[in-house]
């Protein structure tokens, strides 16, 4: 009897082990830069996200909102590769960016990334290349969490990232109050694209209110029908 015990206790400690393997957290870097999100879309697929931008001053721009389509394709001399085409409505204007080679990652959010350094370095008069560099930095460095979160109905688990890539930055006295922004991201293979959800934060410095807010949050995929 007691060895039987011991053996159950044994099987108990290997599983619970193995469980927690399992479920060991991705870096911040393989979760944004590494995973190949694309080549798990079909191709002929889009995917459609809503953009926000909220502003509580006029002198920091103003707010809008958009929506983005990635159309996911194929190229014709390689069916295993992924290409996508981004386009872009805001009210009656339409703009694109692309074509994004077959690439880690997720398009949509270097997009948002762009966008963000160039207000950044509007706002703050710096170096656009200088805060890439401290947003890129972070984003193979900041905190991986597990996450749980409704898409179309359902409760999926996934991955959050989250950063604050200017808080210790040693230039941090020139950027004001945008030295608090932070970052999260949602991930989870359970979503077209791997990537759910980004939302960017400019607190005030005492931390009473937002004066900026940006939203990013796939809001559905669409399986184009076959040519016949």
């Known amino acids: 009897m007691l060895r039987s015990a011991r053996t159950l206790a044994a ?135 597990p996450a749980r979160f409704s898409f179309e109905g359902h409760e999926v688990e996934g991955w959050k990232l989250t950063m604050r890539p200017f808080a210790e930055d040693p230039n941090k006295d020139k950027l004001l109050e945008l030295v608090g922004r932070r970052y999260e991201f949602l991930f989870s293979d359970a979503v077209p694209g791997g990537l759910y959800s980004i939302d960017v934060v400019t607190p005030k410095a005492d931390g009473g209110a937002n004066i900026i807010e940006t939203s990013l949050t796939l809001t559905g995929a669409s399986l184009a029908p076959a040519v016949k």
């Open 11 to 145: 099987t108990a400690s290997i599983a619970v082990f193995l469980a927690s393997a399992a479920l060991a957290a991705p870096t911040a870097a393989e979760l944004f830069f590494e995973q190949p999100y694309l080549s798990k879309v079909a191709a002929g697929t889009t995917l459609t996200y809503a953009y926000k931008h909220v502003t509580a001053e006029a002198k920091l721009g103003d707010g809008f909102e958009e929506t983005l389509e990635m159309k996911v394709g194929a190229p014709a001399d390689d069916p295993k590769k992924r290409i996508a085409d981004v386009l872009i409505h805001r009210g009656d204007k339409e703009g694109e960016a692309g074509p994004f080679p077959t690439m880690n990652g997720n398009p949509i959010a270097m997009i948002l990334l762009e966008r963000d350094v160039k207000e950044l370095a509007q706002l703050t008069k710096g170096s656009p290349f200088y805060l890439r560099n401290r947003v890129r930095e972070h984003l193979s460095s900041g905190t991986v969490t």
